[in-house]
């Protein structure tokens, strides 16, 4: 069964960067992506960008120019989002998803992880 | 961009009617839509792709329509752990991919 695990909640102040980690098991090595996908409190889901975990390859959605990097590291089969200079916008459930395809549905997804950003 | 956008907002019904969702594209997404259900304090799950194929493990009483611009996800008879709210995404016209704004099925 694959599987999609997330690290845990952080607590941010304005204008600095949080890393969120997605680490996926039981995949091949290779004929996936890895989606962002973010939802802040109360509201509805929100398209951030994805990852070829076997190239590099990156795409982000233009809003989030130039605050986000999406790496990746292959050995241990995780995928990583930064996004620097944070605000009170940025607090969200941020969730990791894969896709077979680059454009395709989300299954499965990760279990979220929670940023607050606060002063 | 394409613009989804759902309706109703929120659908009341009671335990075993039919509930129908709609979802409309702003632009021809063709069938490259996806129907997910999300409860309070999870991730999204995937139930519907490719507009109307429902994904493993999914009830039978879940089923997908349309093409285009026009969408439907039906519950025939929902059952209790069937409220929840439900989003569409369409993948065919992309960066960026996008969601409807969810529509909330509660119980009467």
């Known amino acids: 069964q694959v599987q999609l695990l997330q690290s845990g909640a952080e607590v941010k102040k304005p204008g600095a960067s949080v890393k969120v980690s997605c680490k996926s098991s039981?995949?091949?090595?290779?004929?996936?992506?890895v989606h962002w996908v973010r939802q802040a409190p109360g509201q509805g889901l929100e398209w951030v960008g994805w990852i070829n975990p076997n190239t590099g390859g990156t795409n982000y959605a233009l809003k989030f120019l130039p605050r986000l990097t999406l790496t990746r590291d292959t050995s241990i089969t995780t995928a990583y989002m930064e996004l620097s200079n944070l605000t009170s916008d940025d607090t969200a459930m941020y969730f990791c998803a894969k896709t077979t395809r680059r454009g395709d549905w989300f299954d499965p997804w990760g279990q979220g992880t929670l940023v607050i950003v606060s002063s | 961009e394409v613009v989804m956008t759902q309706s109703p907002v929120t659908l009341s019904v009671s335990p075993g009617e039919r509930a129908t969702l709609s979802c409309r594209a702003s632009?021809?997404?063709?069938?490259?839509l996806a129907w997910y259900q999300q409860k309070p304090g999870q991730a999204p799950r995937l139930l519907i792709f490719?507009?109307?194929t429902r994904a493993t493990g999914v009830p039978a009483r879940f089923s997908g329509s349309g093409s285009g611009t026009e969408f439907t996800l039906t519950i025939s008879s929902l059952q209790s752990e069937d409220f929840a709210v439900y989003y569409c995404?369409?993948?065919?016209?992309?960066?960026?991919?996008?969601f409807g704004q969810g529509t909330t099925v509660e119980i009467k």
């Open positions: 632009q021809s997404v063709s069938s490259k």
């Open positions: 039981n995949y091949p090595s290779t004929g996936y992506y």
């Open positions: 995404q369409q993948y065919n016209i992309w960066p960026p991919m996008t």
């Open positions: 490719g507009a109307s």
